[in-house]
């Protein structure tokens, strides 16, 4: 059941209910009244009609639908003070979610001149023939009149860019304020992912119209050559390490190069099982090769058209076997009725499926998001039950499960974990204060 909520044309009656409050109150009531529904498959009017005859006040009023929308911030005594944005839901904005398991090919390839003459121009024209090519002088020119909206965010696997990346090719983490820094360098292999999970950041942050990926990997090479040791660099942020290998190559080329450079780390993060690069080439110890692990009923429900649990399992097994350490990510770990038992399996999957001393290193986060990507998610994913969750604005700004959530999250993890992990194997906190570390038991290790 999807339930809109149109603010100009109210359904529910709440001026003419709540005459007496001013439309900021009403604006509170309305969202509170909405996700109070669309958890509990009610309509909005049945929300309303169990107010208590009593409740005539806006405190008395916002009181009661707190408690029913966060029962178990209130069953703690937390204090709920929350901002409670509009309610502004377009039903065009939703994702369709039924094209199947497979990246559908684009029906158009721009590329810049500059590298019209590259491998990856070719391969791409190669690999999908029926995707119209247009040389165009530069991306930024091309795009930058085109509208970064939902829609077309929806739309993006639809337009290819293939440029010359020319700034950016790494970067520090931008770790949230206050947080415990990972020390991690991001390396840019590409900007726009295929995949449609639900929490995914990108939907809220990315201003490209299609997937973008920078053809000259050897200007890549070339900044790293000059880069620090020591270093702990990975791909993984602004799109997923490998989902696009088997047109860029990409992976057996970055073995290759970081192979020179042992006193430096290169991680490849991915929700895919495209390994075939990898193992094409011989695996060096300085290449790490990262899933994001979740159980199946998470992935279902929230990561669409990324690999199942048991594929990542399986692939990870494969890059182990050839040599390659491995990682895995419980980030982001969902909070939901049974989430331990669900999250203990995984952690007993993976140590079953993957030789404890191949894992370099493990994190665990929890769900995370800005207010704004919580406004794109319900309008792209009207259906989704994450948001369903009791989240609070944190400190960093970010909308976040209560702390007493997420110590019990961090300590249960850290246990399944500590009790099968191999000692060389590092399990850190991320985007978590230093005070969260502590009061979950974790150990700073970067």
């Known amino acids: 059941m999807t339930l809109v909520y149109c603010p100009s044309r109210d359904r529910m009656g709440i001026p003419e209910r709540f005459a007496g409050f ?47 929308r966060f029962p178990e911030a209130s069953r703690r005594g937390d204090k709920i003070s929350e901002a409670f944005p509009a309610v502004e839901i377009d039903p065009a904005c939703a994702m369709p979610l039924g094209r199947g398991e497979n990246i559908p090919a684009p029906r158009m390839i721009y590329v810049e001149e500059a590298v019209k003459n590259s491998a990856l121009a070719r391969r791409a024209t190669q690999k999908f023939p029926d995707a119209r090519v247009s040389l165009i002088a530069d991306y930024k020119t091309h795009t930058r009149r085109q509208a970064f909206d939902i829609p077309a965010y929806n739309r993006r696997t639809q337009d290819l860019f293939i440029i010359r990346e020319q700034y950016d090719h790494f970067k520090p983490c931008p770790c949230s304020p206050g947080v415990v820094p990972c020390g991690y360098h991001n390396a840019n292999l590409g900007f726009g992912c295929p995949f449609e999970c639900t929490y995914c950041f990108l939907q809220s942050y990315a201003n490209a119209p299609g997937i973008v990926i920078p053809a000259n990997i050897e200007d890549l090479f070339h900044t790293f050559d000059g880069y620090q040791d020591g270093v702990r660099v990975g791909s ?8 696009f290998d088997g047109l860029t190559g990409f992976a057996g080329d970055i073995v290759e190069h970081f192979r020179a450079f042992p006193r430096r780390v290169f991680e490849f993060k991915t929700k895919s099982t495209n390994v075939a690069g990898l193992l094409a080439v011989k695996a060096s110890s300085n290449i790490v090769v990262g899933w994001s692990l979740n159980p199946q009923k998470v992935i279902d429900a929230e990561e669409h058209f990324t690999a199942s649990l048991a594929g ?3 692939a990870a097994a494969r890059c182990a076997a050839h040599g390659y350490r491995t990682a895995f990510h419980f980030d982001p770990v969902i909070y939901f009725p049974g989430w331990e038992g669900a999250y203990e399996g995984v952690v007993q999957q993976l140590f079953r499926a993957v030789p404890a001393q191949s894992i370099a290193w493990i994190s ?3 769900l995370r998001m800005t207010p704004s990507q919580k406004k794109v998610i319900e309008n792209r994913f009207p259906e989704n039950t994450i948001l369903d969750a009791e989240l609070f604005t944190a400190a960093d700004g970010k909308l976040r499960y209560a702390p007493a959530v997420r110590r019990e999250i961090y300590r249960a993890m850290l246990a399944w974990i500590g009790r099968v992990a191999a000692p060389s194997t590092k399990v850190y906190l991320c985007m978590e204060t230093a005070s969260m570390w502590k009061e979950a038991g974790a150990r700073v290790i970067w």
């Open 22 to 68: 001013g439309p900021n109150k009403r604006q509170e009531i309305a969202r509170l009244v909405v996700e109070i529904a669309k958890r509990d498959r009610l309509t909005p009017v049945t929300v309303l009609e169990c107010i208590p005859a009593g409740c005539k006040a806006y405190p008395a009023v916002k009181a009661h639908l707190l408690a029913r």
């Open 236 to 243: 993984g942020e602004t799109t997923d390490s490998l989902v």
């Open 312 to 314: 990542r399992l399986e």
């Open 364 to 366: 665990v986060g929890t």
